[in-house]
């Protein structure tokens, strides 16, 4: 019978030492949030903070205006007309499909800022802050947390790229509204139910290989040094996380999302879907919180499928679907060490590591909670027979 390496959790004193938003939040607020949410009844407190992160999902980037603006070309769609009159002069924003492209960048802006610092900072209250004490509940390394100047540092980031994303939303629903040209239809007899059923896992499988191909790539050396190293500072990522990434990678990684709308006829309704279950889950993947897929989610990894991926680096490039990396062999493997310096997804035998790799990698595993796995017990601690095969080298 093989035998695993277990780690016992101590208590966590609830102090708050490496944590930037302490001093206001648990001087000024918490105590009183705290007295606020115990008067909440349990399953209407389930509910606010599912929907907190559906709305810090669908409104971080400006999605919201990018939905808005679906809806209003549909309601128009039988006027056939679109919301502006498009000018004749060639010089003209009207000419280019967008007529008042000020006030939509600035409204999707001032939502995303609000939106970021609002519904992010309650669910950093809920989670970091008034369950701190009890990380090994809901913490997928719960004795590890970003020091001050990194959670500064995503915060500071965030907010860079999350203004750079919110104007190219406003510009994309600005270019919808205006009737600017797009493969997204808004009566469904134009394609028929059949179609409109199939186009949901197309449109997905698509985007999210893509995403795939795309993420592994920006793990090659000179991209990932150049690039994507930023996002890779957060080894205990947070839902600020999310948007805490190299401009460039940003912009490209937002055009993955919206493919569909310029490859393949595409429902408006189904862009909505697909891009809110998308960055749903991108807040979930990068929340650090053992969040769990559903039973009717058979293709989605749990959280901490993409929490590995910041704790080790170059492995499990997937994020909506985790069969692209047993599919390419980038799904992480139990008597495989992952490290920063070791590229390509495949990482390197338990037998070939050093005594210092595998002293630090051993580290790392001890450090995941168990709770994070199916059956609340660690996929990836190492047996004895691994360990007899390293000591016979």
């Known amino acids: 019978m093989k035998t695993v390496i277990q780690q016992e959790y101590p208590k966590v004193e609830k102090e708050f030492p490496n944590d930037p938003f302490a001093p206001k939040w648990i001087e000024k607020y918490s105590e009183t949030l705290d007295k606020v949410w115990a008067k909440i009844p349990r399953f209407l407190g389930t509910f606010i903070v599912s929907f907190a992160v559906f709305?810090?999902?669908a409104t971080l980037r400006g999605e919201w205006m990018l939905f808005l603006a679906f809806f209003l070309r549909y309601r128009n769609e039988d006027k056939n007309e679109t919301m502006n009159i498009i000018d004749n002069d060639e010089f003209s924003l009207e000419h280019f499909h967008l007529k008042d492209l000020g006030f939509y960048c600035t409204i999707t802006t001032i939502v995303s800022y609000i939106t970021f610092f609002g519904v992010g900072g309650f669910?950093?209250?809920?989670?970091y802050v008034r369950q701190r004490d009890r990380a090994e509940e809901w913490k997928c390394q719960p004795q590890k947390w970003l020091p001050p100047e990194l959670e500064r540092h995503e915060i500071t980031l965030g907010s860079v790229s999350l203004f750079i994303g919110s104007i190219i939303s406003g510009i994309i629903a600005c270019w919808v509204i205006n009737g600017g040209w797009s493969t997204v239809y808004?009566?469904?007899e134009d394609?028929?139910?059949?179609w409109y059923i199939l186009q949901y896992p197309v449109a997905f499988?698509?985007?999210d290989?893509?995403?795939?191909?795309f993420h592994r790539t920006y793990h090659t050396p000179f991209l990932y040094k150049n690039f994507h190293k930023m996002h890779h500072y957060y080894k205990q990522p947070t839902a600020f996380s999310v948007t805490a990434i190299h401009p460039v990678e940003f912009v490209n990684m937002q055009f993955v999302q919206i493919l569909p709308m310029y490859t393949m006829p595409v429902h408006w309704t189904t862009m909505c879907i697909l891009l809110s279950y998308i960055y749903y889950h991108g807040i979930i993947d990068h929340s650090g919180?053992?969040?769990?897929a559903h039973w009717w989610q058979p293709w989605q990894p749990d959280c901490i499928f993409h929490d590995n991926h910041h704790q080790y680096f170059h492995v499990n490039f997937g994020f909506n679907i985790f069969f692209w990396d047993k599919l390419h062999g980038t799904y992480r493997q139990k008597d495989r060490i992952y490290r920063e310096d070791i590229f390509y997804g495949k990482g390197k035998a338990v037998t070939e590591?050093?005594?210092?790799?595998?002293?630090e990698d051993i580290a790392e595993r001890t450090s995941e909670n168990p709770l994070a796995y199916r059956g609340d017990k660690r996929e990836f601690d190492l047996d004895d027979s691994l360990m007899n095969d390293k000591k016979r080298e």
Do not use: Q
């Open 209 to 213: 290989y893509v995403t795939y191909w």
């Open 186 to 188: 808004f009566k469904i």
């Open 205 to 207: 499988v698509m985007v």
């Open 191 to 194: 394609y028929g139910w059949l």
């Open 123 to 127: 669910l950093h209250w809920y989670y």
């Open 289 to 292: 919180i053992n969040f769990k």
């Open 353 to 359: 590591a050093t005594h210092d790799e595998l002293k």
């Open 55 to 57: 709305t810090f999902g």
